[in-house]
T-cell receptor, first 114, second 112 residues
């Protein structure tokens, strides 16, 4: 069965410091991995995805993520956090060999402190 | 502008009433999805449709129904059989299996 784990409910980081939001996954077959951001009472916005190729993926707003097949992880990173990055972040996975079904993690709330 | 629209943004209903949430997309996407979001539980899949006139149950389909008569539209009906319908409902679409999903702004349903 497909699953996604986001082990931290909340991450606090000081503005200007690097940030990491963790995600691990389990799928049969090759994974397609995604990160989304959600602001209060809004829909999700796409940040980046890993389909194939380079393990380091760059996305919107300076975010990047590193795919690690051996650790089945896809952590979201940013070198220098902004207060405006404070939001709810979701990791999602679907399988290359499966249906069009996407599985989402429970979300991690990022709080960037000024 | 291309995108997904959901209406209304806020919806209030009395217990025992069915209610239909609207989702329309003009992105020419084949696949559409309905998710339910509750605090601390992330997004849970209710139904999805890969093509017109076909749809599949997700993880929490009980008490919900959908139709996909047009490519652009994927309405969700929350029936009186849904035991705890108060939640934030999100509609999404994608152009293909490797593609990211596009989300609508959501409908917050409150049932009292």
């Amino acid at each position: 069965a497909q699953s996604v784990a986001q082990p931290e409910d909340q991450v606090n980081v000081a503005e200007g410091n690097p940030l990491t939001v963790k995600c691990t996954y389990s799928v049969s077959g090759n994974p397609y991995l995604f990160w989304y951001v959600q602001y209060p009472n809004r829909g999700l916005q796409f940040l980046l995805k890993y389909i194939t190729g380079d393990n380091l993926v760059k996305g919107s707003y300076g975010f990047e993520a590193e795919f690690n097949k051996s650790q089945t992880s896809f952590h979201l990173k940013k070198p220098s956090a902004l207060v405006s990055d404070s939001a709810l972040y979701f990791c999602a996975v679907t399988s290359a060999s499966g249906t069009y079904k996407y599985i989402f993690g429970t979300g991690t709330r990022l709080k960037v402190l000024a | 502008d291309g995108g997904i629209t959901q209406s209304p943004k806020y919806l209030f209903r009395k217990e025992g009433q069915n209610v239909t949430l609207s989702c329309e997309q003009n992105l020419n996407h084949d696949a559409m999805y309905w998710y339910r979001q509750d605090p601390g539980q992330g997004l849970r899949l209710i139904y999805y449709s890969q093509i017109v006139n076909d749809f599949q149950k997700g993880d929490i389909a009980e008490g919900y129904s959908v139709s996909r008569e047009k490519k652009e539209s994927f309405p969700l009906t929350v029936t009186s059989a849904q035991k705890n319908p108060t939640a934030f409902y999100l509609c999404a679409s994608t152009s293909g299996h490797k593609r990211e999903q596009y989300f609508g702004p959501g409908t917050r349903l409150t049932v009292t």
